[in-house]
Nanobody
Framework: VQLQASGGGLVQPGGSLTLSCAASENIFNFNFMGWYRQAPGEQRELVAIEPVGGGANYGDSVKGRFAMSRDGPTNTIYLQMNNLKLEDTAVYYC?????????WGQGTLVTVSS
């Protein structure tokens, strides 16, 4: 399984950015897919996770600002990030899980700065 994340970049506070993660196989084969992030000197934290049946859950710090979506035909998931804050600066990782097996993308850097 390969996960290819993209879409990171530099954005000003209050701005928006959309991340993409293309999977090498049918995304509905996974029990869960989602996004994590890791800021410098911090532990990796959950951003959003969605079970195969739908209904995403979000980390408290991004609720109401971020939204995860899926596109079955292209085997891609997205993370729409709005009203970005300085503290959203991190490397964002795409994540997938099949039972106990976990898969990670290579990470894409999001920098929020004025």
């Amino acid at each position: 399984v390969q996960l290819q994340a993209s879409g990171g970049g530099l954005v000003q506070p209050g701005g928006s950015l959309t991340l993409s993660c293309a999977a090498s196989e049918n995304i509905f084969n996974f029990n869960f897919m989602g996004w994590y992030r890791q800021a410098p000197g911090e532990q990796r934290e959950l951003v959003a996770i969605e079970p195969v049946g739908g209904g995403a859950n979000y980390g408290d710090s991004v609720k109401g600002r971020f939204a995860m979506s899926r596109d079955g035909p292209t085997n891609t998931i997205y993370l729409q990030m709005n009203n970005l804050k300085l503290e959203d600066t991190a490397v964002y990782y795409c994540h997938a899980r099949i039972l106990s097996r976990q898969f990670w993308g290579q990470g894409t850097l999001v920098t929020v700065s004025s």
